[in-house]
């Protein structure tokens, strides 16, 4: 059987009323409850939209109807599909997926054949302590990487890094403490694979990439266990069809980083 490509969602958080409605009514009992604990209707909504969209990427992708996929959780926390609507669909096994959302846009990444995926998002934050947060979590030549850009680039620099290690971390359901273990070649031109490790055996392993990000955000994925294919990357909307190649969005998308 064709190995079927891996594939990273942008996903819009804020949405109109009728679409989260409809979003809403994707969700499982646990969702559903998630999404009432949350104390901001502007968090209900967007947890909502991040789970409704997700689930309807993937219910595509496995020709299931959204709202019967088995979400379980492993013990580590780390979201996985358990069940599609009929046994033996899809052919050649459930997909991994991961989720990572930050302020109004999430990330969905979607893995086939036993490969696993790590995604992360985060905003650009110019607020932060950069050198003291790096030398806590970043190795020191990441360290020196980030201080030998310019000082305007050095938070983009600082998120470009921790995107990659902690969408590394998320593909292998480790914990965001564990940042200052991951090390390897981080891609070197946009675009490009790196080879990113677990120190200090560096037994785990993975290949990470930048995505494209909203404006002033950071983006990347890292996919375990398989060929390094970089993953193909389509903005999510409503009406999308999964089987929709999705090269031309990328190149759009990336022009507005
Ligand atoms: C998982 C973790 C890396 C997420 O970091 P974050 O920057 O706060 O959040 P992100 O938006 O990138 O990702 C959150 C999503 O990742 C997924 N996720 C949760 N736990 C995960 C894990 N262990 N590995 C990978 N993905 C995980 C979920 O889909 C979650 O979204 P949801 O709760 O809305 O479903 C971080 O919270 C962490 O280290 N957690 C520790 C897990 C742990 O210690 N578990 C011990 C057992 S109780």
């Known amino acids: 059987m064709t190995q079927r490509p891996p594939s990273v969602w942008r996903i819009a958080l804020d949405q109109p009323p009728a679409t989260v409605s409809r979003l809403h009514g994707l969700l499982d009992l646990r969702e559903r409850w998630r ?8 968090d209900r909504r967007r947890y909502i939209v991040a789970h409704g969209a997700a689930r309807s990427v993937l219910g595509g992708l496995c020709d299931c109807p959204p709202g019967l996929l088995a979400v379980r959780r492993e013990p580590d926390g780390r979201p996985r599909l358990t069940a599609a609507a009929r046994p033996g669909h899809p052919p050649g096994g459930l997909p991994d997926f991961n989720l ?3 302020d109004g846009w999430a990330l969905l990444g979607v893995a086939w054949d036993g490969c696993r995926i790590g995604v992360d998002v985060e905003r650009v934050r110019e607020d932060l302590d950069l050198s003291g947060v790096a030398r806590r979590f970043f190795q020191p ?5 980030i201080n ?5 680039d050095r938070p983009r620099e600082f998120f470009r890094l921790w995107t990659l290690k902690e969408a590394f971390l ?28 677990l120190a200090p055996d560096g037994t785990l392993t993975a290949t990470g990439w930048e995505v494209p990000a909203p404006a002033g955000h950071s983006a990347a994925v890292a996919i375990a266990g398989g060929p390094a294919t970089r993953p193909m990357y389509t903005a999510w909307s409503e009406d ?13 998308d990336a022009t507005d980083r």
Do not use: M, Y
């Open 35 to 42: 999404a009432q604990q949350l104390a901001s209707p502007a």
């Open 100 to 102: 990572s959302h930050t």
């Open 141 to 145: 030549h990441e360290v020196r990487l």
């Open 148 to 152: 030998s850009s310019p000082p305007t």
């Open 170 to 197: 998320k593909a292998h359901g480790r914990r965001v403490g564990e940042l200052a273990e991951v090390t390897g070649d981080v891609p070197g031109e946009p675009g490009g694979p790196g080879a990113l490790r």
């Open 240 to 252: 999308i069809s999964t089987d929709e190649a999705p090269t031309a969005r990328q190149d759009r």
